[in-house]
């Protein structure tokens, strides 16, 4: 199943780096690619979604702006510590337009996705959508 909206199975943005109130973090899940989160101009920026139950994901869809090199950790306790590296991606500069990159995962259970954004093509990244497929455990 691919989710328009994260925020409606009841997923949050429970941590982010940087914040802007015309931008907040919660844009990121609200399944509109017309909203964002931007950071501010300093590297490593991350946030981390925690799902409402135990999630199986077998791929992340981010759509960005300006991110070059993106890590994503999870982990399947109830807080948000001691994450486990699952992948890590390069994104291309795609010069004025969002980038859509989907990501395979291997389809474990998670409650806590982290994505740390390393570097960037410009000073400021923005984080349009974060979409997954999924089937809950």
């Known amino acids: 199943m691919i989710d328009s909206s994260l925020s409606s199975l009841g997923a949050k943005?429970?941590?982010?780096?940087?914040?802007?109130?015309?931008?907040?973090?919660?844009?990121?899940?609200?399944?509109?690619?017309?909203?964002?989160?931007?950071?501010?101009?300093?590297?490593?920026?991350?946030?981390?979604?925690?799902?409402?139950?135990?999630?199986?994901?077998?791929?992340?869809?981010?759509?960005?702006?300006?991110?070059?090199?993106?890590?994503?950790?999870?982990?399947t306790s109830p807080n948000a510590s001691q994450f486990e590296s699952v992948t890590e991606k390069e994104f291309e500069n795609t010069e004025g337009h969002l980038q859509a990159n989907t990501i395979l995962l291997n389809g474990n259970g998670t409650t806590h996705l982290r994505f740390i954004i390393t570097a960037a093509h410009d000073h400021f990244v923005s984080v349009h959508r974060v979409s997954v497929q999924n089937g809950h455990t």
């Not at 802007?20 to 931007?38: K, V």
């Not at 490593?44 to 077998?58: C, D, G, H, V």
């Open 13 to 75: 943005v429970v941590v982010a780096t940087s914040s802007d109130e015309n931008h907040p973090p919660e844009n990121i899940i609200d399944g509109n690619s017309n909203t964002f989160w931007m950071s501010t101009g300093m590297f490593p920026q991350e946030f981390i979604i925690r799902f409402a139950e135990p999630t199986m994901i077998s791929a992340v869809t981010v759509d960005s702006y300006n991110v070059k090199h993106l890590k994503i950790e999870k982990n």
